[in-house]
Each structure stands twice: as C-alpha cells, then as structure tokens.
C-alpha cells in the first residue's frame, strides 16, 4: 500500500531533497514528492474480503484521507530470500 | 521509488501496526513492514541514463544500502488532476 500526499498538500520532505539534488550534481528531476509504503503480508489469497478489509484499515489507521491519498496494489508473495541480482535493481513496470 | 528496510533487519513500526491490528478488529494479516516511496518527476523521458542518475541517487541519498533495499519503477506520467473515482481505489498489478 502507498500513501502520499495529495497533489495539493505541501511536501517539505519532498523539497528537501529537490533542493539538496544540484549538490550531489543531479540535473534532470523536475520534482520530488516523499510518501510511505506498507507492506502486509496476508494469510491465504487475498480475496476481495480481505482487500475490502485492507481498505478500511488505510483509511482508519495507515492514511489520513484529510491529506494522503492511498493506493492498494496486490502483489505475488515475494521469495523469502531475494538473490543479490534482483535486489536494488531498475525494473519498468507496466502500470494501469 | 521504494525504499523497504531488509528482511533481516527488525522493522519496529511495521511490528507497531502489527499488534494494533487485533484491536481495531483486523484479522488475517500476517505481517506488515514500513517503509518510504519517493515519487520522482523527470524532465522528459526516463532512459537508461536518468536511470542510472536516480539509481545513484536513491544509494547515495534516498536509501540506506546497509540496511535498506530499494527497487526503482518507471511509471507514466499521471493526470494532473486525477478524479476522486480512481484515488484511494483497491487495484492489482502485474508483477514480474
């Protein structure tokens, strides 16, 4: 689950670190925004019960929905140990 | 860009949002992990050097290599204004 600002708010951490690019000499990015990531790992399939439940537990307790916007995404179970090559790598991900 | 603390690596306020499931009524959830997502905005296409810059970026800045993991993902722009239709929505996405 992701959880950003909305567009609107503004983010100083995201700032921070625009600001702080040019002195590590990277040119290119036109903005930053910094938000949170959860992963849950639930028991079984995650079915629509379970994501209905999810749900419910972002805007409850993860999100503010004032001023985050949260996205939930299921993802396959992940290895329980990922190899060195996957690990920190650049992947293209076709999104919706 | 997600940023996610190694699996070796204790994850306290994943541990927190664990054990506060059971009081809000959360059931089937076997484990949550905290972590950071920067959203970065490039100025043109992201090729393979931009890539390489943010890549140079997250290990230098943005994450710790000692103790975090980080997987960089190119995402299409979004809309400027997206429509309340499809924030906060409960998506799957393909993963490789």
């Known amino acids: 689950m992701d959880v950003m600002l909305k567009p609107e708010i503004l983010d100083p951490q995201g700032q921070a670190i ?9 040119s290119g990015i036109a903005g930053v ?10 028991d079984g399939d995650a079915d629509a019960d379970v994501l209905a439940r999810i749900d419910q537990l972002a ?3 993860l999100a503010n929905p004032v001023i985050e916007d949260y996205v939930v995404r299921v993802e396959p179970p992940q290895p329980a140990q990922a190899s060195p090559a996957e690990a920190n790598a650049v992947r ?5």
Chains 1, 2 share one sequence.
């Not at 625009?18 to 990277?26: G, I, K, S």
């Not at 925004?33 to 639930?42: S, T």
């Not at 293209?92 to 919706?96: G, K, S």
């Open 18 to 26: 625009l600001a702080a690019l040019p002195r590590l000499d990277v």
């Open 33 to 42: 925004r910094q938000g949170k990531r959860f992963e849950l790992e639930v």
């Open 92 to 96: 293209a991900e076709p999104t919706t």
């Open 59 to 61: 805007a409850s307790l």
